[in-house]
């Protein structure tokens, strides 16, 4: 069972930024590939971000060129470096970790952008 530990939400104003940290339990040999959701109330969950072990990131549309996702340098952990955030970027934001076929799920951390 891997549990993952997320940290850094909160509230900003419009134009600000953020970053998001998660941390892994597994060893970072097990982990395939780490990513970011969403969910804002009313939504269904969306994916933001995602970064395997080898290869490039891959972003929604709605965060590219203002998100950039990356990973620690022991792989078990994962980043997101928010920038000019927006009103519409409010939701509560998950981390993943993808160990063989399982995909599991942090808690989530709240991000609130005030216009």
């Known amino acids: 069972q891997v549990q993952l530990r997320e940290s850094g939400g909160g509230l900003v104003q419009a134009g600000g930024s953020l970053r998001l940290s998660c941390a892994a339990s597994e060893s970072s040999f097990s982990i395939n590939s780490m990513g970011w959701f969403r969910q804002a109330p009313g939504d269904r969950r969306e994916l933001v971000a995602g970064?395997?072990?080898?290869?490039?990131?891959y972003y929604d549309d709605s965060v590219e060129g203002r998100f950039t996702i990356s990973r620690g340098i022991a792989k078990d952990t994962v980043y997101l470096q928010m920038n000019d955030l927006r009103p519409e970027d409010t939701a509560v934001y998950y981390c993943?970790?993808?160990?063989?076929?399982?995909?599991?799920w942090g808690q989530g951390t709240q991000v609130t952008v005030t216009s």
């Open positions: 970064i395997p072990s080898e290869g490039s990131p």
């Open positions: 993943t970790a993808k160990v063989r076929s399982d995909l599991y």
